[in-house]
């Protein structure tokens, strides 16, 4: 069965850079959402799009953008990276705004800031 | 706010032995309960899920009860394996607007040895 495809698996960027991460929900899924899990620690929700609209927030900082687009792909965008952005984001999906309450979720994309 | 209170690790247990990890939530309203694992080097996958009050997950011989009288939701496993060593995290799902999103409790580490 298709799954939450995150994309790319890794990436390298240095202080102050800008960083893309890109999530393919589950076909037919519309709801998308980020989580964050810096080493060690519990993921973290950031945000996440319901039909293509921002539905909810959480401690997503200002240099982080994010959209879900028309085909439901979903991307986080990070500038003016910091080291404390190191950290592993998952995309996850589900459907009908997640009543069904299961999210599945992709294998992560890890960052590192150097 | 909801939150999600688990053991603290590392669990260590030999093969073949009783394992319980505990977690307690405190929500508004009645939330739907969840573990979650995650393997070395990979996402997080849902393991099991209960949606009221005296339901019981299973899954892979875990089971759990969501226990509404003592807001827990404890994870037990009748003989563990070496591969069952992970990161467990229980979470709890509400309803925000249109979409839900998860709260982690912090994880547990199990580590099963021979």
């Known amino acids: 069965a298709a799954g939450v495809i995150q994309s790319p698996r890794h990436l390298i960027k240095e202080k102050r850079e800008t960083a893309t991460l890109k999530c393919y929900p589950i076909?037919?899924?519309?709801?998308v959402y980020w989580y964050q899990q810096g080493p060690g620690q519990d993921p973290q929700f950031l945000i996440s799009?319901?039909?293509?609209?921002?539905?909810d927030k959480g401690s997503i900082p200002d240099r982080f953008s994010a959209q879900q687009f028309s085909d439901y792909h979903s991307e986080l965008n990070m500038s003016s990276l910091e080291l404390g952005d190191s950290a592993l984001y998952f995309c996850?999906?589900?459907?009908?705004?997640?009543?069904?309450?299961?999210?599945?979720f992709g294998e992560g994309s890890r960052l590192t800031v150097l | 706010g909801n939150s999600v209170t688990q053991m603290e690790g590392p669990v260590t247990l030999s093969e073949e032995a009783f394992l319980t990890i505990n977690c307690t939530y405190t929500?508004?309203?009645?939330?739907?309960l969840f573990w979650y694992v995650q393997y070395p080097g990979e996402g997080l996958q849902l393991l099991l899920k209960?949606?009221?009050?005296?339901d019981k997950g299973s899954n892979k011989g875990f089971e759990a009860t969501y226990r509404k009288e003592t807001t827990s939701f404890h994870l037990e496993k009748g003989s563990v394996q070496v591969s069952d060593s992970a990161v467990y995290f229980c979470?709890?799902?509400?309803?925000?607007?249109?979409?839900?999103?998860?709260?982690f409790g912090t994880g547990t580490r199990l580590q099963v040895t021979l």
């Open positions: 979470a709890l799902v509400d309803y925000t607007g249109t979409a839900s999103k998860l709260t």
């Open positions: 076909p037919r899924h519309d709801t």
């Open positions: 996850a999906s589900s459907l009908k705004g997640g009543r069904a309450g299961e999210l599945f």
């Open positions: 799009f319901y039909e293509k609209m921002q539905s």
């Open positions: 209960a949606t009221k009050a005296d």
């Open positions: 929500a508004t309203g009645y939330p739907s």
